[in-house]
């Protein structure tokens, strides 16, 4: 028995000096790898705006929107189709062309403890509009308060990489989620056109649209597009490659 011990002894370690325990180390490596970076999540809260609806007294913030260039803000394409209009009273969408529409959206650097100060809002309107890719662009009108721009991520996305995303989720303004790549994909969006997407397990909801996820260096991944809600923290972004041929386009 004294002699079956002390094999056993040396088979473990044996297996700890071949790499048993690699994949504690991988553990703890990723673990450092994906701490949070309060300057990160605090630059790309700066770089998503609040669009808001409502009289004043009353408004509120329905959706997000990313500052990409100084006189450029890109959001969702549904967050635009009803922008200031009663859901009612909107034709149907294959009939009505949101571009020259008025949007109401607050910056973060205006928001009193993240809440809507009434009378701070900034006008833009809807300069362009994609109802297949789910995006659009907002122009300011005017100079509007301090805010950061966005960059957009220049190399491949991995599986499993670290996600910031900043939304209103479900109205309650610049709320911070952290989630994973789950896969890059080409999938069947809410207009039946096949879109390139970056599917995130990540807790989203209705607010979060038109908001941006981002990598640890604060790079735009996606905007965030819609749900699946047939099981939790399934969502999918309008992949970065689309934004930037959104953007460029003519």
């Keep these: 028995?004294?002699?079956?011990?002390?094999?056993?002894?040396?088979?473990?370690?044996?297996?700890?000096?071949?790499?048993?325990?690699?994949s504690t180390k991988t553990m703890v490596v990723s673990k450092s790898?994906?701490?949070?970076n309060i300057e990160t999540v605090a630059s790309v809260e700066d770089a998503t705006v609040a669009l808001v609806s409502g009289k004043a007294g009353e408004r509120v913030a329905y959706c997000a929107?990313?500052?990409?260039?100084?006189?450029?803000?890109?959001?969702?394409?549904?967050?635009v189709e009803v922008a200031g209009r009663n859901v009612t009273d909107t034709p149907p969408w294959e009939e009505y062309s949101p571009v020259g529409d008025v949007v109401m959206f607050l910056n973060h650097s205006d928001a009193i403890d993240e809440e809507?100060?009434?009378?701070?809002?900034?006008?833009?309107?809807?300069?362009?509009?994609?109802?297949?890719?789910?995006?659009?662009?907002?122009?300011?009108?005017?100079?509007?308060?301090?805010?950061?721009?966005?960059?957009?991520?220049?190399?491949?996305?991995?599986?499993?990489?670290?996600?910031?995303?900043?939304?209103?989720?479900?109205?309650?303004?610049?709320?911070?989620?952290?989630?994973?790549?789950?896969n890059s994909r080409k999938v069947e969006g809410p207009s039946a056109v096949i879109v390139n997407t970056i599917q995130?397990?990540?807790?989203?909801?209705?607010?979060?649209?038109?908001g941006g996820a981002f990598d640890s260096e604060g790079h735009l991944v996606g905007i965030c597009s819609w749900i699946n809600t047939r099981a939790p923290n399934i969502a999918f972004f309008i992949h970065h490659d689309e934004v930037m041929k959104f953007l460029r386009s003519n």
């Design 200 to 210: 995130a397990s990540a807790p989203m909801w209705m607010g979060n649209s038109g």
């Design 65 to 79: 929107g990313v500052w990409m260039e100084d006189k450029k803000i890109i959001t969702a394409g549904h967050c």
């Design 33 to 36: 790898a994906e701490e949070i």
């Design 1 to 22: 028995m004294k002699y079956f011990s002390a094999l056993l002894m040396l088979m473990s370690m044996l297996a700890i000096g071949s790499g048993c325990c690699t």
């Design 116 to 182: 809507i100060p009434q009378d701070k809002v900034w006008i833009g309107i809807v300069e362009r509009f994609n109802d297949k890719l789910d995006l659009a662009t907002i122009r300011p009108l005017g100079e509007t308060s301090r805010h950061r721009i966005a960059q957009i991520i220049d190399e491949p996305i991995m599986m499993g990489q670290l996600l910031h995303i900043i939304g209103h989720t479900v109205g309650i303004t610049w709320s911070y989620s952290r989630g994973y790549v789950a």
